[in-house]
């Protein structure tokens, strides 16, 4: 049995498909979350069900991209039912759209979520009556609560979702079923203030990245005891038992190459589930749903509009996974330009790279300069946006038109899933790309052209090196006359965390670079071209045209920065 879960935007759609799954697909209490279909398989009392997660939508007669993607399926795929998902304070605006999906003659069932809050709010909404006057099958409860997904599987299981279909388009008017609870000024409301929203967004920032990279932070406490339990016991442990019974070259491989450079970026993965967790919380709170309204009309004068603040916030996460995002923007060219925008919004596969580089320069405090990065993410994005407005992509902003969010306080198991899943993707990418890449630069500089071993005294020798020293020319201006680094950066390109283990295997963290050269080599790794998972989400969303032109704006963009900053501090 396949069945499509249709909605308004935000209206609990994912979470109701990750509880009946049990998939942790991306949740968020914002417009524009889900931009296409998300599908999973799952059996109940020996009976398959097919569930597809549809992005929301308005009506069947849609405008903007990601509701095309809805209106397609439904009007041109074969399914057996529609679970449609609405807020229990929105029952009576979502009307018009249950009674064209009943035109479909597909079954239907609604589904009322967010009804105990409702209830504690004031509100009532008449079952029986409901039933009668829509002509559907109905649940009361909480897409995030297992019994009523158990009341729903029910429905599901006995084939009866939908009572007999009618092609009437209106309700029958002698039966009220809804009465909402009366309009209070709540709490909430004060978000949608500029004076307001403002300083809060600057405060959270300000907590968030204490929290997760300031010197007694927990967080960073987590960190040091990770890197001092690999390198103080488990690796000498190990070490000491195999030293004498695999050969030099096996050894050094494994744990100068190997075991080296995946630590020094493993170390990181407290600092970067908390980031995740930071951030996850304030979107699914609802907080930067309410502070894209307010912030549309400044955000207007960048080129940019309300409903491009989520694809930027996601940048904070994965500039792939963001890119993805930006199918919610029914605009060409404010598409574009965020698109063009996100590699310089700090994802999460840098943060290891600020803190390696700034805790060398400035030891314990080193989250003021990645405070100061991630600000620059903030703010450089939209001087980006100005530029393309002004030259490459010009033209107008859109009117922001979006579902502001209630706020509320995110449920929990929600953000336990997904820092899960941002824990084991960052395992992974541990796992393989850094083990991979930390094996080949480890065989590179251990091995002549001539293919003969080398010692770490001969690294000069080595095809690494040679490399190296073809493109380091390239940093001269910031001062780095060090092969290293170029390494790292060319590493880099595949896997951002790639720089850590390089420089950390080369041993270029100890290296005497100035001041200026540090922050500026900071600067360039901040904003030079995104790794390859990037640019392959650039090439599926925009074509291989615009992947290229993405990698060389930004190959330039990071060394003519990383130029400029050398040249300021200088001064």
């Known amino acids: 049995m396949i069945y499509a879960i249709v909605g308004h935007p935000n209206a609990g759609k994912t979470t109701l498909f990750n509880t009946l799954t049990g998939k942790s697909a991306t949740v968020g209490n914002w417009h524009g ?29 849609c405008a903007c991209s990601e509701e095309r993607v809805t209106q397609d399926f439904l009007i041109n795929n074969d399914y057996q039912g529609v679970i449609f998902v609405v807020e229990a304070k929105k029952v009576k605006r979502a009307e018009k759209l249950i009674f064209e999906l009943k035109k479909l003659n597909k079954k239907v069932v609604v589904f009322v979520n967010g009804y105990d809050q409702f209830k504690k709010d004031g509100g009532k909404i008449d079952f029986n009556k409901m039933q009668t006057s829509l002509q559907v099958e109905v649940v009361l409860g909480n897409a995030f609560d297992k019994n009523s ?8 299981q006995l084939h009866s979702i939908g009572l007999p279909i009618k092609n009437g388009n209106e309700t029958n008017k002698d039966e009220e079923y809804f009465f909402p609870p009366k309009r209070k000024i709540k709490f909430q409301d004060l978000f949608l203030n500029k004076f307001v929203a403002l300083p809060v967004f600057v405060a959270s920032m300000v907590f968030t990245f204490w929290f997760c990279f300031g010197k007694f932070s927990p967080i960073s406490l987590i960190s040091v005891a990770i890197s001092r339990l690999f390198d103080d016991f488990i690796i000498k442990l190990l070490s000491f038992a195999v030293k004498d019974v695999i050969s030099p070259f096996l050894y050094g491989l494994i744990f100068d190459g190997i075991f080296k450079g995946v630590i020094s970026v493993l170390e990181f993965l407290p600092q970067v589930c908390a980031l995740s967790l930071c951030m996850n919380f304030l979107n699914q709170s609802g907080f930067f749903s ?33 890119l993805t995002s930006v199918n919610g923007i029914s605009d060409e060219k404010i598409k574009r330009r965020v698109a063009l925008s996100l590699p310089i919004v700090s994802c999460s596969a840098k943060t290891p790279v600020y803190a390696f580089l700034a805790k060398g320069l400035f030891g314990n405090r080193a989250f003021l300069v990645i405070s100061a990065i991630y600000f620059s993410s903030i703010v450089l994005p939209l001087v980006n946006s100005y530029f393309l407005k002004k030259t490459f992509i010009k033209g107008e902003t859109e009117n922001y038109v979006s579902e502001i969010a209630d706020m509320r306080i995110p449920a929990f198991k929600p953000l336990l899933k997904s820092l899960q899943k941002t824990a084991i993707q960052f395992i992974i990418k541990v796992g393989t790309v850094i083990l991979i890449s930390s094996a080949l630069v480890w065989i590179l500089k251990s091995i002549s052209f001539d293919f003969k071993l080398l010692s770490n005294d001969e690294i000069e020798n080595s095809m690494l090196c040679l490399i190296g020293k073809r493109l380091a020319f390239l940093f001269h201006p910031i001062g780095i006359l060090n092969w290293e680094y170029a390494v790292g950066a060319v590493v880099g390109l595949f896997a951002k965390e790639g720089v850590v283990s390089t420089l950390s295997l080369l041993g270029a963290g100890v290296l005497p670079l100035s001041f200026q050269s540090k922050i500026a080599f900071i600067v360039f790794c901040y904003a030079y071209t995104p790794c390859v998972t990037a640019l392959g989400s650039f090439k599926r969303e925009f074509g291989v045209k615009f992947m290229l032109i993405c990698a060389i704006y930004w190959l330039i963009g990071g060394f003519l920065l990383s130029y400029l900053t050398y040249f300021i501090l200088n001064l």
């Open 33 to 61: 979350v889900t931009v296409e279909k998300e599908q999973s398989t799952f059996s109940y009392n020996g009976q398959t069900h097919n569930l597809i997660d549809l992005p929301g939508i308005y009506s069947l007669a």
């Open 149 to 156: 997904a158990f009341k729903l599987l029910q429905i599901l």
């Open 290 to 322: 309410r502070f894209s309204a307010v912030a549309d009309d400044f955000l207007s004068k960048f080129g940019l509009s309300g409903r491009a603040l989520y694809a930027l916030v996601c940048g904070f996460g994965c500039t792939a996974v963001a």
